[in-house]
Structure formats: C-alpha cells, structure tokens
C-alpha cells in the first residue's frame, strides 16, 4: 500500500513513483467520483457564499459596508467586488469541473485571508478539502469540464497516438563477484 518504487524513463533517468495509495487517490479515474462529490460540495458553498454577497446592497454597493476593519482598512472597497466574484468564479469552476486545481486554489487563497481576518465558519473544512482538491487536479476534473480542457493544453491526458514512452522498472544491482 505504501512501497515506493523507482522507475528508470527513456532517457535513463530515475523516477520515484508515488505509493500506490497516493496513486489511487490523486491519479486514478476511479476516485474522480469521489472527488465529484468533493467538487460539488465546495463550489456550492462559494456559489451560494458569492450569490448571497451578490445580491446584498452592503457587498454591491461600492461603500465597502460589507468588509469592515481590516479588509476596507487595507484593501479599500474593491475588494467587496474582488471578494464576491471571486467566490463566484470559484463555485462555478468547481462546480463544472472547469481548471479545478486553479479554482481550488482560488478558493484555498480566500478561504486563509478570512481565516487570518479572524472568520472561522466552514472556513477550516473548506481549506482541508482545497487542499485535496489541488492535490488531485489531475483526477479530480476527470468528471466534468477539464476532461476536454486539459488535453487542450497537453496535459494530463495524452491525445490516442500520442503516449509518452513507457519507463522500465529498475532491477536490484547485480552482486559484484570477482
């Protein structure tokens, strides 16, 4: 479950795998279900976090009544319309499956500048889950929009007749006998 094997690629060069667990959780297809799910729940809570602020004059309004202290202190009142679509763009990406590393740190980002403004909430649950979800980026939108995007940028998925060459295992060094 946890024996890390080395791998010796084309070109001679040694490769340290992940541990199959690791490789299960964050490279296989058969977790992407698992990380649907993850997905979901956490683009929810940015969507109905951004659609709340959306539609409340405080957040909208351009006064910055909806940060208050440090963050109008600070950032001014554009960050209300920074913090707002932000979380929208988060929810939806998630959502959707769309470039979910990037939104999940999109989200991990603003969920430790609310944390360190001192909001706890779903804020700690949210950051734990942001950081799986970055872990798996490549699996974890093997289930919606990145299935398409990410073979457009060449990665993680290889185009059929494109595959990388196979690497070779590495065998145990031959005993010296004279």
Known sequence: MFKVEKVIDARGQTLIQDPPIARFFFQSTITSVLWLAVRLYVGYDFLIAGWHKFTTPAWMDGSGSGIIGFWKGALGTTASYVIVFGELAVGVGLILGAFVGLAAAGGLLMNFAFLLA???????????????????????????????????????????????????????????TR
């Not at 798996?136 to 929009?145: E, F, R, V």
């Not at 995007?149 to 007749?161: Q, S």
């Open 118 to 176: 001192g909001t706890t909430s779903t804020n700690p649950v949210l950051v734990m889950l942001g950081f799986l979800l970055i872990l798996a980026w490549k699996n974890s939108g093997y289930i919606g929009l990145d299935y398409f995007l990410l073979p457009m940028l060449g990665t993680p998925w290889w185009k059929p007749g494109k595959a990388p060459a196979p690497a070779t295992r590495m065998s145990a060094p031959a005993a010296a």
